[in-house]
């Protein structure tokens, strides 16, 4: 099992630039997550979803969009980039149930907008 | 809104020593879990507690509901243990800052 992947690792954006992130899971999770990591600050919830075609705002949800269309994916998007969301993005997934808050995260996706 | 602090926010320690990195938060959780971040930035998850004491090998956490808090404790400390560690009462997805331990040979 690959666990949790995202596309792509690395990305350079120009300010006003459109980009998805990419987020698989091969466990059959309900739960799908993505979260930013900013230096010296701790996880922040972005949007997450329940289900396949469900989707939640997080914490910090402004500037972002996603989608579940499949259960094993979960798309992050930036419409308009801008250079406050220079940051690391995190994917995770949970099974649900009695293990909900048991997340399984992927390696991170290091995006720079300048 | 569940507010997480973690103390302390960074510590350095000898090979050997024992550690402890305490977790408290505000509002009432039925979980926790502590995550561990490696300096190459992947994080894994180390436990997750929702009563009394969980151990695996060198790493011991434990929780007081009633109190909101919770501590991380490893024993025999080693320079692979130096991470970022994170805790996470998760009833609305809030992370703590994380603590940066670097354990010196």
């Known amino acids: 099992n690959a666990g949790v992947t995202q596309t792509p690792k690395f990305r350079v954006l120009k300010t006003g630039q459109s980009m998805t992130l990419l987020c698989a899971q091969d466990m059959n999770h309900e739960y799908m997550y993505w979260y930013r990591q900013d230096p010296g600050m701790g996880l922040r919830l972005i949007h997450y979803?329940?289900?396949?075609?469900?989707?939640a705002k997080g914490e910090v949800p402004d500037g972002y969009n996603v989608s579940r269309l499949k259960k094993q994916n979960f798309l992050l998007g930036l419409e308009s980039a801008a250079p406050s969301q220079t940051s690391v993005y995190f994917c995770?997934?949970?099974?649900?149930?009695?293990?909900?808050?048991?997340?399984?995260f992927g390696p991170g996706t290091r995006l720079t907008v300048t | 809104k569940n507010e997480v602090e973690q103390s302390p926010q960074n510590l350095t320690a000898q090979e050997g020593e024992f550690i402890t990195i305490n977790c408290s938060y505000s509002v009432g959780i039925s979980a926790l879990h502590w995550l561990q971040q490696h300096p190459g930035g992947g994080i894994v998850s180390l436990f997750m507690?929702?009563?009394g004491k969980k151990k695996h090998g060198r790493l011991i956490a434990t929780i007081n509901i009633q109190e909101k808090h919770s501590s991380l404790h490893i024993t025999a400390s080693h320079p692979r243990d130096s991470a970022v560690y994170i805790c996470?009462?998760?009833?609305?997805?809030?992370f703590g800052a994380g603590t940066r331990l670097t354990v010196k040979p």
């Open positions: 979803s329940v289900g396949e075609g469900t989707t």
């Open positions: 507690l929702s009563s």
């Open positions: 996470a009462p998760s009833q609305d997805m809030r």
């Open positions: 995770a997934s949970s099974p649900g149930g009695a293990n909900l808050y048991e997340q399984y």
